[in-house]
């Protein structure tokens, strides 16, 4: 168990609808990663947000938006959803930048029909 | 910009052999370089980091790592495998991205069978 916790596992959605992914990083970690996995693209930084503030911005689409609370945990917004939305989507937490260990959550696993 | 490769998609091993996963990247200055491990259903797992100093990094589950600047390598070893450690395995370069920021670039991955 990393510490790290993604809500909900699954989730299947039909094209054009939004949904928000959850991620509670590990105790006392101030950063926040999002990733995309998927079997074309590969794993995909989205972006990264530290204490609050967005940190670092990857292949993160327009469509898609992210947030850090002041409890630090973070939700992924996903809207206008395409078939080619369907993948893994990780979340990670740090104590700090990159040269800090990042630990990963379980994933949740986005579906679009 | 930063880039990993791994070459490999698929390596197939004895159990009880040895193993090397290549990794190679491309970055201007000295990049921070991490090997993860992901099985089935899992999220990644750090096995290993290089930051500086030596340049053979040991990690967790009996792995190591070499770093080789001249060769923009950075090879995942293990001298004899178990059956557990068949999994998916993520090189990942970590290099400046504006200020102090830093961005994490993946390898497509290299998938680890293990045959009894």
């Known amino acids: 168990d990393s510490g790290v916790t993604q809500t909900p596992k699954h989730l299947i959605t039909a094209t054009g609808q939004r949904v928000t992914l959850r991620c509670s990083p590990r105790?006392?970690?101030?950063?926040v990663y999002w990733y995309q996995q998927s079997l074309d693209q590969g794993l995909q930084f989205l972006i990264q947000y530290y204490n609050g503030e967005e940190r670092a911005k990857g292949n993160i689409l327009e469509r898609f938006s992210a947030q850090q609370f002041p409890d630090l945990h973070s939700e992924l917004n996903l809207s206008s959803l395409e078939l080619g939305d369907s993948a893994l989507y990780f979340c990670?937490?740090?104590?700090?930048?990159?040269?800090?260990?990042?630990?990963f959550g379980q994933g949740t696993r986005l579906t679009v029909v | 910009a930063q880039s990993v490769t791994q070459p490999d998609i698929h390596i197939t091993v004895s159990e009880g052999a040895s193993l090397e996963l290549r990794c190679n990247y491309s970055y201007g200055a000295t990049p921070y370089l991490f090997w993860y491990v992901q099985s089935p259903g899992q999220g990644l797992q750090l096995l290993l980091k290089?930051?500086?100093?030596?340049?053979l990094v040991q990690g967790i589950k009996g792995f190591e790592a070499e770093f080789k600047r001249s060769q923009s390598s950075f090879n995942l070893r293990k001298p004899s495998v178990h059956w557990s450690d068949a999994a998916e395995y993520f090189c990942?370069?970590?290099?400046?991205?504006?200020?102090?920021?830093?961005?994490?670039?993946f390898g497509k991955g290299t998938l680890l069978t293990v045959n009894p």
């Open positions: 990670a937490s740090s104590s700090g930048g990159w040269n800090t260990e990042a630990f």
């Open positions: 290089y930051f500086s100093g030596d340049t």
């Open positions: 105790s006392g970690d101030l950063s």
């Open positions: 990942a370069v970590g290099a400046k991205s504006g200020g102090s920021n830093y961005k994490l670039t």
